[in-house]
């Protein structure tokens, strides 16, 4: 099994120690690169995530900060703290965890982060650059998925590259990068989604299939290709006997898909990883590129 193993938690460590020595040059030049995370409210999954986050920044000797903010506050008061962090040279990148509460627009308040120092790539500049070829920052878990399939030698140009899922987090973009003319990319793409009546009749020809819907162990073994490569981005709870009562699986039956692929990545441990460290890479490229 470990042979078709996609390790995310290895190609992420590879990627970190880079990181580490570019940080160190960086620092010794007279410029820490430095991420703020603002969280408003008190979702556990999210405080989890911010955490990770802080924690992966201050091993690499960046600066790491979290804006905490409750859940009622206003619209206002939040674009007043990313106007604030806009203006200060110390900060390189700015991320919003989402989702938001209700009551804030979250296209105005993604729209609001000057694009360079959009470090999720949600911006309408940065997606248009992307799209266009020309890419500031890449998507954080796209990009991690591009690094995975580079880590491991994974051919992509000419290949049927599969994605379900249409989010602007993960689909959207990961479609825009595999189409690009560049040695990682090169793929014939088809997206599918909700409304894809048969998914199974495209899944079945995907020689990379990228399942990102959010249906627990929804790709079976007679949805696959023989041979395919599986990159599973799902993350989904489902009840255990165990301490906490739940365990995580992806949106691809793990057991029952291994025997036909030739390389699959595993949940947890596989794409997750991969997130917060592409998320680290762009605040150090921005840092890069704006002193």
Known sequence: MQEKLIDGKLVSAHLREK?????????ASGITPGLVVILVGEDPASQVYVRNKERASRRLGMNSGTIQLPAGTDERELLSQ????????????????LPLPAHINEKKVLMHIRPEKDVDCFHPQNV????????????????????????????TAGR??????????????????LVQKNDTANCTVTVVHSRTPDIAA???????LIAAIGKPRFFKADMIKEGAVVIDVGI????ADNEKGYRLV?????????????????????VGPMTITMLLFNTVTVARHTN
């Open 202 to 208: 495209f899944s079945r020809s995907a020689d990379i």
């Open 160 to 177: 049927h590259a599969v994605i379900a899922g249409r989010s602007n987090i993960v689909g959207k973009p990961m479609a825009n990068l």
């Open 236 to 239: 989904n709870r489902i009840g």
């Open 250 to 270: 992806g949106d691809v039956d793990f057991d029952d898909v291994l025997p036909k692929v030739s390389m699959i990545t595993p949940v947890p441990g596989g």
């Open 82 to 97: 990313i106007d604030r962090l806009n203006n200060d040279p110390a900060c390189h990148g700015i991320l919003v965890q």
């Open 19 to 27: 990181l580490t020595k570019e940080v160190k040059e960086l620092k």
């Open 128 to 155: 248009g650059k992307l799209v266009a070829g020309d890419p500031y920052v890449l998507p954080c878990t796209p990009a991690g998925i591009l690094e995975m399939l580079k880590f491991y030698k994974i051919q």
